[in-house]
Every structure is written in C-alpha cells, then in structure tokens.
C-alpha cells in the first residue's frame, strides 16, 4: 500500500564534532540525511557538469507559462532537492504530473506522487529516455528507493517528466501559438553564443526567478585507433564534456575578462557576445537580489529589535512631537 505520510521538509545546519566542515541536515519523519558541506558541493558540481540539468532549467523557463507553477524555484534550489529530496522537489515533480493527463487523484502532496511518477515512466520511457528505467512501481517501496537514488538518477527521472510535458497538447499548442505571432525559434531552440578556437561550444541562459547560468560545450576528440576496411571511411565518433563555468556576476565577469584578454579572435567573439548579451541581464539580477537580502536583513532586525524591548513595539517618533501637558491656567 502506498505511504501518505506527508515530508516535514525541514532543514537544519549545525557543526559537525570534531570536524571542520558544516553539516547540511535534511530531516524527514522515518529518516535524517546528513550532508557535509564538502560533498554536498561536490554532488553540485556533479549535476553542474550534466547537460540534462541545464536542458531541464531551460525547459521551466520557456514553459513557464503553460506549467502555470508558483514555486519559483531557484536553479539552486532545484540542484538541492535532486542532492536530498525535500519539500520543494516534491512540489516540481507534482506540478509536472498535473500537466500529463490522466491526471490522479494522489497527486495531494503527499509522497504518493512518486507512485504516480512510476506509472508514467512506464509508459513514456521508451520515447523520452535511453537505457532501463531507473524506477518502477513496486507496492510503495518505490517512495523509499527514490530517496535512495543517486542525484544523476533523479535529475534523468526530472529531465524525462519533463520531455513528457512537452509533449502533451496544451505545450504544442503553446508553441504553435507563439511562433505564428512571431516568436522566434531561438525562444524554443537556444543558439549558442559562439566558438572559442578549440571549437568548445558557449551557451546562455537563465531568467529572473532560476538565475542565469554560462555555459560551455567541450569538444572532446574520438578514439584515434585506426579502422580497416569500410569503417576507416566513416567519420570519427566525437564526444563532448558540459560545463557550467559561471552563475554568479562575478564568474560571468570573469570568464568576459578571459576571452577578452586572449590573442584568439573566436575567443575575442564570444567575450563580446557574452558581455553584451548576458552581462547586463546578470548585473539587474544581481542588484535585485542584493535588494531582496537589505530587505530581508531590515525585517530581521525590525523582529529582534520588537523581542529584545516589546515596550517599544508601536512607538513611533510622531509622539516626540506632541505638546507636553500644562496644568496652569
């Protein structure tokens, strides 16, 4: 029988004993998580260096329309909940299964949605994904093995449902709609910003709720073993390594300062092209969230300030203005 109970989703940071990192505790209600800052960066890292994640984060973006969602979620926030599923990986996977129809009727918040998942993946597999399916129904330990998978296996699951989605009427007609109202195809099917002198590939994206990213396509060369007969004729076999070598201001500028500074003119190019198509829409994301953190700090501050002296809750300083009292007439 499928498990209903509801993930408490909290998170926690405490120091660990006797160890210098800082310990990231996921707390669930049958099970606690604990993730030290060092591997926690490293399993980022790992899904940083994956092509499916940038495809999935460019697939919220562009249909955020048709999902509909209210979740605005991070790219961080994202790469946090495939690392140690939580709350808000839940809600994502939940929203997505509200698009492809039937829909069911576990679909409640609950942990059920992983059953519901299954199901699916069954069906669309074949079409959407290579290889075996990593997760299939099995009388509700499914809810269990997927808190067991590893990050690669649950961004493959996510990047799936997400072809999955694309796939149903209401993201074609989206589509259709667009491009005939002029929309470019760009919007639907990125181009890359251009080619340093290796022929390593740059692309940018992003928006202002999951953040812009830079990245880069390294082209790695084939096996050079020689092949006899009809096989020497064909092409060598290419293979390419993803990186996401910026998200912040800061590595955008730096990697502009990189390029420009070569004696390559392709590497000269794409410098150009990033500083002029990326860089201003970062700095404004930037300068948003700086604002978001002031504000935030204020209010912190507001609230310790009202625990640390409730009798000063509600005096403003309009009352220094009044008249003091005179009983002489």
């Not at 998170?11 to 049958?30: F, L, M, P, T, Y």
């Not at 591997?39 to 890292?45: D, H, M």
């Not at 961080?76 to 994502?92: F, T, Y």
Request: glycine residues 6%; contains cysteine.
């Amino acid at each position: 029988m499928v498990s209903t109970r509801r993930k408490t989703g909290s998170s926690s940071r405490q120091n660990g004993v006797g160890d210098k990192n800082v310990a990231v505790i996921v707390k669930e209600e049958d099970s606690v998580i604990a993730l030290d800052e060092s591997s926690s960066e490293l399993e980022v890292k790992k899904l940083r260096e994956r092509w499916e994640l940038a495809s999935v984060l460019n697939f919220l973006n562009v249909f955020e329309p048709v999902i509909g969602s209210n979740l605005k979620l991070t790219a961080e926030e994202i790469e946090m909940g495939l690392i140690a599923p939580n709350k808000s990986n839940a809600q994502l996977h939940i929203v997505l299964l509200k698009g492809i129809p039937p829909v069911s009727k576990s679909l409640n918040g609950s942990d059920a949605w992983v059953t519901v998942l299954c199901k699916k993946l069954v069906m669309w597999w074949p079409w959407v994904a290579e290889g075996e399916i990593p997760l299939t129904v099995a009388k509700g330990e499914e809810i269990s093995r997927y808190k067991e998978l590893n990050p690669k296996c649950r961004l493959l699951i996510l990047k799936a449902l997400c072809e999955i989605r694309a796939d149903q009427d209401d993201t074609v007609s989206y589509i259709n709609g667009a491009l005939k109202e002029g929309t470019q195809l760009s919007c639907f099917r990125k181009d890359k910003l251009g080619k340093d002198g290796n022929g390593n590939s740059y692309w940018y994206d992003g928006s202002t709720i999951i953040g812009y990213r830079l990245y880069r396509e390294v082209k790695n060369g084939g096996s050079k073993t020689r092949m006899k007969g009809k096989a020497c004729l064909a092409p060598p076999p290419t293979c390419s390594q993803w990186e996401t070598v910026a998200t912040s201001l800061e590595e955008f500028r730096a990697v502009v300062d990189e390029l420009s500074s070569s004696k390559v003119v392709a590497e000269v190019d794409v410098g150009k092209a990033i500083a002029s198509d990326a860089v201003p829409s970062v700095e404004k994301f930037h300068k948003k969230k700086q604002r978001l953190l002031k504000r935030k700090q204020r209010e912190e501050m507001l609230l310790l300030d009202g625990f640390r002296n409730p009798y000063a809750a509600g005096v403003t300083r309009s009352c220094r203005s009044h008249r003091p009292v005179s009983y002489t007439f």
